[in-house]
């Protein structure tokens, strides 16, 4: 199972920051906001108003016919997939389709134009209501997408455990390469949000009616975001003997559920702490070769102490002498692809040397009390990295990514 190594060859991203990696990775380094107010629906009605949104949809490349009928998660999902299968080099042509899989995770898909279509039939009637605005509502879509449009033929899926979706996806992408069921697969995943998400962590009194401030004494919730990240998977020597990049190896993962709450993280951290144990037993790693984490970091009350305390019990005093940030500062949480783009982000942490801030930081939390790298981007020197996902209902995911 595991004498196939996984490697990274192709990246990809949209978010908030950027329509391409490239911009995306720039705003991150320099500790760019991508937060501001909402404008794809009337927010006046709710507490927070502000969300990660991408302000200008890009071009996937599809013909005019096509781009009609998708939804907002399939444009940047497609454009971030054209990006990281051009970056990775592959010859389409001459690959076998029947071995190239698509694995996604995927949640909220085409729920912003579902709404739209209930809102026309309330309003107009049966016959002001466009049928074709629901086809994309199932999760899979942006994953039945990119196959469409590639010819891959093999095997899909589209994984929903809601925060943790896309890096589970990663997870189950490797085992399809180290089992030697397909030989490249597109991975990662992309999600929007819409009126009943946003309002959902309203109800909760999740989110903050400022930009985010994870690990901050302040912090009064997350920051909707909306993104796609995309990684090309392959296994190893076929990279090699193609000539392909390669960006970073995926290590291993780790996946567990706490069985504590449908919201709140388990506050004692043991339970997050075994996802960061299971992923490092996995991936044949100890504690202290661990150089960075990206953390989940939402900037909830909850979250952020129980974090800490599961990163201190799984890496013991190794935590104390790390680097531990958390995009979603910038980037907001991107629900269902938050995994998919902090994957990205780490891989290009590894390969630059340069960890991301967590910006806004203002006030020192003791109970959040590691090395956060508040405001300013730090370099260092990283050869392994975890990206924890720690999901709601107890859904937890945590990968590993090493230098190439």
């Not at 090309?232 to 090699?240: C, D, I, L, M, P």
């Not at 996802?275 to 991936?283: F, G, I």
């Not at 979250?303 to 890496?315: C, F, M, V, Y």
């Not at 995009?327 to 990205?344: F, Q, Y």
Request: glycine share 12%; proline share 5%; charged share 20%.
């Amino acid at each position: 199972m595991h004498d196939r190594t996984v490697v990274v060859t192709g990246l990809g991203a949209v978010s908030s920051l950027g329509n391409d990696l490239a911009s995306t990775w720039a705003g991150l380094v320099a500790g760019r906001s991508g937060i501001g107010p909402i404008t794809l629906f009337d927010a006046s009605g709710f507490r927070t108003k502000l969300a990660a949104e991408i302000r200008a949809m890009p071009d996937p490349g599809v013909s005019p016919r096509m781009l009609r009928r998708l939804s907002r998660t399939d444009v940047i999902g497609l454009t971030a997939a054209r990006e990281a299968l051009a970056d990775s080099g592959l010859d389409l042509l001459r690959e076998d389709p029947t071995r190239i899989a698509v694995v996604l995770g995927g949640g909220v898909s085409g729920l912003l134009d579902s709404e739209g279509y209930f809102r026309d039939l309330l309003e107009k009637g049966p016959r002001g209501a466009r049928p074709t605005r629901v086809l994309n509502h199932p999760p899979d879509q942006t994953t039945d997408r990119i196959a469409e449009v590639w010819g891959f033929l093999g095997p899909r899926a589209t994984i929903t455990t809601a925060c943790s979706s896309s890096s589970t996806s990663l997870g189950y992408a490797s085992d399809l390469i180290r089992s030697g069921v397909a030989d490249v697969v597109v991975t990662g995943g992309a999600d929007t949000f819409a009126r009943l998400t946003h309002g959902g962590f309203n109800a909760l009194r999740a989110c903050d009616s400022e930009p985010c401030r994870p690990f901050d004494r302040g912090r009064k919730g997350l920051t909707i975001g909306e993104a796609s990240g995309i990684l090309v998977f392959e296994e190893e020597g076929r990279a090699r003997r193609r000539g392909a990049t390669i960006r970073a190896r995926f290590l291993g993962y780790g996946i567990t559920s706490d069985a504590h709450h449908m919201t709140q993280p388990e506050p004692s951290g043991e339970a997050c702490a075994r996802t960061m144990r299971s992923c490092l037993k996995h991936s044949g790693l100890n504690p202290g070769d661990v150089d960075y984490v990206n953390a989940h970091g939402t900037a909830t009350v909850q979250n952020d102490p129980a974090e800490t305390l599961s990163i201190k019990l799984a890496l013991g005093e190794r935590a104390r002498e790390i680097c531990i940030s958390s995009n979603k500062s910038m980037l907001g949480h991107c629900l269902c692809s938050a995994g998919a783009i902090e994957a990205v982000a780490t891989v290009r942490t590894i390969e630059t040397g340069i960890v991301p801030p967590t910006i806004s930081y203002v006030e020192p939390d003791p109970d959040c009390d590691l090395d956060v790298v508040p405001n300013v981007a730090r370099e260092a020197d990283i050869r392994v990295a975890l990206s924890n996902s720690f999901a709601f209902g107890g859904n937890s995911t945590v990968v590993a990514f090493g230098r190439a």
